[in-house]
């Protein structure tokens, strides 16, 4: 697990999430529903920009983590075990997790890659073979309020 990742809220532009994503070294940013409570509500990846915004000729510098985000975000508590956080990646077929303490919060993320490199190599075998199967992903841009486009 990588602790205390980088997070944005909503309302963050994808601009800065961008940027999280060159300082960070990442392609995920936890959204949570604010910095208090930490709560998590989901995911925005360089994959959600480039195919919910990008590869729909809509200017990502307009759009907020709201716009994009993978939502809701799956979980695994803090506490699981790798078994059940790989079980977790494989039945929502994400190749993320979000980790979050006993109260909610987020405080920390689970990556595919983050198996492959310190993880058992049965593990990796597994969690690789299961999320690299072809899917049907969703590729629409989140509609947004007409008060907020233009």
Do not use: W, Y
Not at 3 to 16: F, H, K, Q, S, V
Not at 75 to 82: G, I, K, P, Q, Y
Not at 125 to 144: D, H, K, M, Q
């Amino acid at each position: 697990m990588t602790p205390n990742p980088a997070c944005c809220t909503p309302d963050t532009g994808l601009r800065e999430v961008a940027e999280m994503f060159v300082e960070h070294d990442c392609g995920a940013v936890p959204v949570v529903d604010d910095k208090e409570s930490m709560r998590a509500l989901g995911v925005v990846t360089d994959r959600d920009i480039a195919c919910r915004a990008i590869a729909k000729g809509i200017n990502a510098l307009e759009l907020t983590a709201r716009d994009c985000m993978s939502s809701p975000g799956v979980t695994v508590r803090a506490e699981e075990s790798l078994d059940a956080a790989i079980a977790a990646m494989e039945g929502s077929r994400v190749r993320r997790l979000i980790v979050v303490d006993e109260s909610g919060r987020c405080c920390g993320i689970v990556s595919q890659a983050d198996i492959a490199l310190k993880g058992p190599t049965s593990k990796t075998g597994e969690v690789v073979r299961e999320l690299s199967e072809p899917t049907l992903g969703s590729s629409a841009v989140r509609e947004r309020p007409s008060a907020e486009k233009g």
